[in-house]
């Protein structure tokens, strides 16, 4: 399968090229980066610590996705954006772990769906992803009268917050509950907030050094708890869960899927 990595220069970038070259069943047909970045015109392999690939990191996706099977696209909602009306109109695979989506944005992610077919996670790695289906399971089982709570930790340079990871698990939890998650979110608290309301799901946020990605969910019970925590130590594990999403998305139908049917959860 012919791949372009956009944000190639970047640290998620370098590492789906490197993961995309390791594989026995993809090659990097293509490396994007954003106009006026210092890696324009490097090669793709020698940008990732790789040696030469005789793939040109450019700024002109029209040119990087010309002869390409799929995309993977970790970079901002703008840039997501731009690159999801690209693949519709090639017709090809779009892999989306671009986080700090507003619903303009997801809206706008849907209608290129409509054509190109889409994966969309917040997370892309097996383990969150089976994390979030025991949240929906346990969140399913137990009643209003169990809090849930959703603490995440990452590196001191995230600039979204909550994470994508951590929506992701609340969305989790809300359909476990049958309830919309933007009606019983809880993002902050400060000052004189008095009693929690039954239901609602809270989010506590985290910045600091170099963590990679922390992602807890409590369930608070009368004289108990329930703790379900992921802790991700590389990022090998989010390149290597986009590229068997695209693996998966070559050939299918256009829609917009998520790991869930990647992994037939």
């Known amino acids: 399968?012919?791949?372009?990595?956009?944000?190639?220069?970047?640290?998620?970038?370098?590492?789906?090229?490197?993961?995309?070259?390791?594989?026995?069943?993809?090659?990097?047909?293509?490396?994007?980066?954003?106009?006026?970045?210092?890696?324009?015109?490097?090669?793709?392999?020698?940008?990732?610590?790789?040696?030469?690939?005789?793939v040109r990191i450019t700024d002109d996706p029209l040119v990087a996705l010309l002869d390409a099977d799929g995309v993977i696209d970790f970079t901002t909602p703008a840039a997501t954006i731009e690159i999801a009306a690209l693949a519709a109109q090639a017709r090809i695979a779009h892999i989306v772990g671009t986080t700090g989506m507003t619903d303009k944005d997801l809206a706008k992610i849907e209608a290129a769906a409509r054509h190109a077919t889409i994966v969309r996670s917040g997370n892309m790695s097996l383990g969150v992803n089976l994390l979030a289906g025991l949240v929906e399971k346990v969140a399913r089982t137990l009643g209003t009268d169990w809090d849930i709570e959703i603490l995440e930790m990452h590196h001191r340079l995230k600039v979204d917050a909550p994470s994508g990871t951590a929506l992701l698990l609340g969305e989790a939890a809300a359909k476990g509950r049958e309830i919309a998650l933007a009606d019983h979110s809880v993002r902050a608290r400060d000052g004189h907030t008095g009693p929690r309301k039954a239901g609602d799901i809270g989010f506590a946020t985290l910045r600091g050094g170099s963590v990679v990605g922390d992602h807890s969910v409590i369930f608070a019970g009368a004289g108990e708890r329930i703790e379900l925590t992921h802790r991700a130590e590389d990022r090998g594990i989010f390149a290597r869960g986009a590229l068997r999403a695209a693996l998966w998305a070559r050939g299918r139908k256009p829609g917009l899927y998520s790991m869930f049917d990647v992994l037939g959860l």
Not at 7 to 18: F, I, Y
Not at 27 to 43: C, F, K, N, T, Y
């Open 1 to 54: 399968m012919r791949l372009v990595v956009v944000g190639a220069a970047g640290r998620m970038g370098q590492m789906l090229v490197k993961t995309v070259v390791e594989s026995e069943d993809a090659v990097l047909s293509g490396a994007i980066e954003r106009p006026g970045s210092m890696a324009l015109d490097q090669d793709a392999g020698e940008a990732a610590g790789l040696g030469r690939l005789g």
